[in-house]
T-cell receptor
Framework: DTEVTQTPKHLVMGMTNKKSLKCEQHMGHRAMYWYKQKAKKPPELMFVYSYEKLSINESVPSRFSPECPNSSLLNLHLHALQPEDSALYLC???????????FGPGTRLTVT | QKEVEQDPGPLSVPEGAIVSLNCTYSNSAFQYFMWYRQYSRKGPELLMYTYSSGNKEDGRFTAQVDKSSKYISLFIRDSQPSDSATYLCAMASPPGAGGTSYGKLTFGQGTILTVHP
């Protein structure tokens, strides 16, 4: 089963709101990733968790706060976002030894 | 110069055609090569994965890697309208010690493919 699930599918939030995106995988993968994708662009890496520890932060603004509660779950907490943060947020996972990353369907975020 | 170059297209072909998609890269450290298919407003789907050089075939799809030329290709035989999507190449270096560069992908810009009936 090569499935990564993400909730919610769509999210509309105001600039003063706090919301969270959730990601789950049950493939036993030990690395999980958050990406941001704008229209007609490739995904841009935001964060990497390896064995539940943050190993890469691609200089993402602090209004995005990742959390990895356990090896199957990954959250992205959002606070005080800007309209330019509107995008498709993708979660991915990969196994140790690396054989490609598996992406979820994404959360389409609109900041008003 | 970008690390990975991919012709954005768009590419339009008739049903049944053979499609050739290509990427070039400049980083000799890349060892893992992937092709993703992304339908509109969906997440990327891993189509093909290749480690180092060589060919790999899966049904109508063939991936080729030529590390000496720093060139990778994806061929789609007997293309179908359902193949209409954006195709992204992606590459990665081996993870660093301690997992600090665990499978970080570098993507091409993506090629938009339309297969018309």
């Amino acid at each position: 089963d090569t499935e990564v699930t993400q909730t919610p599918k769509h999210l509309v939030m105001g600039m003063t709101n706090k919301k969270s995106l959730k990601c789950e995988q049950h493939m036993g993968h030990r690395a999980m990733y958050w990406y941001k994708q704008k229209a007609k662009k490739p995904p841009e890496l935001m964060f990497v968790y390896s064995y539940e520890k943050l190993s890469i932060n691609e200089s993402v603004p602090s209004r995005f706060s990742p959390e990895c509660p356990n090896s199957s779950l990954l959250n992205l907490h959002l606070h005080a976002l800007q309209p330019e943060d509107s995008a498709l947020y993708l979660c991915a996972s990969s196994q140790e030894g690396f054989s490609g990353q598996y992406f979820g369907p994404g959360t389409r975020l609109t900041v008003t | 110069q970008k690390e990975v170059e991919q012709d954005p297209g768009p590419l339009s072909v008739p049903e049944g055609a053979i499609v050739s998609l290509n990427c070039t890269y400049s980083n000799s450290a890349f060892q893992y090569f992937m092709w993703y298919r992304q339908y509109s407003r969906k997440g990327p789907e891993l189509l093909m994965y290749t480690y180092s050089s060589g060919n790999k075939e899966d049904g109508r799809f063939t991936a080729q890697v030529d590390k000496s030329s720093k060139y990778i290709s994806l061929f789609i035989r007997d293309s179908q309208p359902s193949d209409s999507a954006t195709y992204l190449c992606a590459m990665a270096s081996p993870p660093g010690a301690g997992g600090t560069s665990y499978g970080k992908l570098t993507f091409g810009q993506g090629t938009i493919l339309t297969v018309h009936p």
